[in-house]
């Protein structure tokens, strides 16, 4: 969140560059088991954001020491593929993706059903194959279509959203430009069903009023992907290759 | 991981082969169906998805610029990177290049550079100062068998639509990334005693020695690879070269029919 000087990102009738409403989303399409080797698998594309997730066990927690006795643990890692930004990333894991992996592992734990599987690890592999802005968000949503469909149990699935603020205005899910040079990103995943968070981040600068609006936004673009994700679930258990 | 190699599929592969059989129903120099998308991916200067059976890859082509190697000032440079990440299958762990991802990036890389397929003084900007760098990451979503095919054809068709970004880095206009030639991967794996063309999961499991042939335009070799514990002789390499022959021509024509 640069906010950086004169970077115009509203149009004079109110409409953001792309054209999109304050509160209108990018496009979302989602797609559940297309990973033939993987027990779960999703892909998702928001805006021009692809985030593939793929999900493998329960399986034995090895080494030894990261077992729990009463709960399975969740073993996340979000990736960007070096191709999937303007400038090459070197592979591996850097600060950012460490980060992201951890909140997205304790925001997963929140819902799978961990206690049913003592002593094992559940895998979810995130990779981001091209990134747009919000990533992490679109491997949160990802990986909660991929547990499901590795047929993994839990309270809820996550959805992944954000809403921020740009020359003073709450919009919903903000591009890469937006995100460059706005004033606030306010992440979240939701659980639909509940209406709980079980990941929340946010930067740069919101008043209380401005965050409930942003908050709303988040809720109703929530709702709105949960369908795609029941969908997707339902159209990859109807191929049956799920 | 521990992969326990089940004497059980070595025996039933054995069996397979001394009925002129394959586990998935294929003859022995069938390949799987081939799937090949290009330019698909929004950030990436050249990218494309190949499909084979399980097995699905992305690879992605970035440019950027870097000071030549002082005894080539007027030649870019190209660089194959291969990552076997824990998405593409169970066996694969987290952590630094593994000896098979950098096998992999490895003979893709010499496969396309040994063509001579791109000009490497046409991606001079300023002479002993400054080059285009092509850099070809090879990623595996989901690893079926035969990754080494399905990443080398991945790869030649994703640069085949690369354009090299000169207006972002402000050194001109962007252009297309010109290649005079397209190196097609073949390779073949020891199942049951005999070679099969395009292994799938489980002939690489129960199977032996892997051999690797890039083939160029004309027919010529360009690299081979010969992986994996095991033995052969001149007769199968010369039989096997015989089939690469034709399945790479197949392969270019693919290659060729998703280009405008």
Known sequence: MGGYGDIKLLNDDGTRLDGRAVDEMRPVEIKAGVLPVADGSAWVKHGLNVAVAAVYGPMEAHPRKIQRQDRAVIDVRYNMAPFST??????????????????????????????????????????????????RCVGITAASVALADAGIPMRDMIVGVASGKIEGV????????????????????????????????????????????????????????????????????????? | MVQLVPQLLRQQLAELAANDERIDGRSRWQGRDVELEVDILYNAEGSAKVVMGDTIVYVGVKFDTAAP????????????????????????????????????????????????????ESLCIVPGESVWRVMIDLHVLSDGGNIFDACATAAIAALRTATVPAKRFDVGEDFKLELKSTPVMCSFTRVGGRYV???????????????????????????LQKGLKGVLMPEEFAEILAQAGVRCAELRELIYSKEA
Request: net charge negative.
């Open chain 2, 197 to 223: 063309y395009d292994a799938n999961e489980a002939e690489e499991l129960g199977g032996d020695e892997r051999v690797h042939i890039t083939l160029g335009d004309e027919g010529h070799l360009h690299s």
């Open chain 1, 86 to 135: 303007s400038d090459r990333i070197r592979p591996g894991f850097n600060r950012r993706s460490r980060e992201i992996s951890k909140v997205t592992a304790e925001a997963l734990e929140s819902v799978v059903l961990v206690e049913r599987y003592p002593r094992s690890k559940i895998r979810v592999e995130i990779e981001i194959l091209a990134a747009e802005a919000g990533t």
């Open chain 1, 170 to 242: 709450v919009v919903l899910d903000l591009d890469k430009a937006e995100d460059n040079y706005g004033q606030a990103d306010l992440p979240m995943g939701i659980l639909p069903n509940t209406g709980e968070m079980a990941f929340l981040q946010m930067d740069g600068d919101l008043s209380v009023e401005e965050y409930n609006l942003a908050c709303e936004y988040n809720y109703k673009a929530a709702s709105e992907i949960h369908e795609l994700m029941k969908q997707a679930l339902l159209d990859s258990a109807s191929r049956g290759d799920a």
């Open chain 2, 69 to 120: 190697y002082s005894d080539r000032p007027t030649s870019g440079s190209l660089m194959t990177g291969a990552e076997l990440r824990p998405v593409a299958h169970r066996k694969y762990e987290p952590g630094p290049p593994s000896p098979e991802s950098i096998e992999l990036g490895r003979v893709v890389d010499r496969g396309i550079r040994e063509s001579g397929c791109m000009d490497m």
